[in-house]
């Protein structure tokens, strides 16, 4: 199914301008993901990214989104989270380089970038293994849970 894209709504010119540097072509749907995800106050299911592109007009099917979502984290335009529950989220932070830690609530499943950046030193690795990068997630309780008894 084909992407469909009502005028009534028009990502920001930032989001136009991000892609514009991948050299790739505009679509509307990575227009609309892409602006869903900078939006975002945390990091988004594919589910959620679908809803919320449903809510804006944009009708593409599963496939789309996962190839969008995909394409994104290709070109350095987002990046994927890998939580404990086993779904995949999603998260683009325009200026900030994916050098940081991630909070995974353990109560509500939400996952959220914190702004801290991660040591730069890379870790010890034993002879014949090449370092590519980490990820570091802490798990506890986000504010709304935490204060929930």
């Not at 997630?137 to 008894?149: A, E, H, M, N, W």
């Amino acid at each position: 199914m084909a992407a469909r894209h009502p005028t009534s709504y028009r990502p920001v010119t930032p989001v136009r301008d991000l892609l514009a540097r991948s050299g790739a072509r505009i679509t509307p749907a990575r227009e609309t993901v892409l602006a869903i995800l900078l939006e975002a106050p945390r990091a988004l299911s594919h589910l959620e990214v679908e809803q919320a592109a449903r809510q804006r007009g944009l009708t593409a099917d599963r496939v789309t989104l996962y190839r969008v979502l995909d394409w994104l984290v290709g070109q350095g335009l987002a990046h994927r989270i890998e939580g404990q529950d086993r779904v995949r989220r999603f998260n683009a932070e325009a200026a900030v380089e994916h050098a940081h830690a991630h909070f995974h609530c353990t109560r509500c499943g939400q996952v959220f970038c914190l702004e801290q950046p991660l040591p730069r030193h890379k870790p010890q690795l034993p002879e014949g293994f090449r370092f590519e990068g980490m990820e570091l997630t802490i798990r506890g309780l986000c504010p709304t849970c935490s204060t929930q008894t």
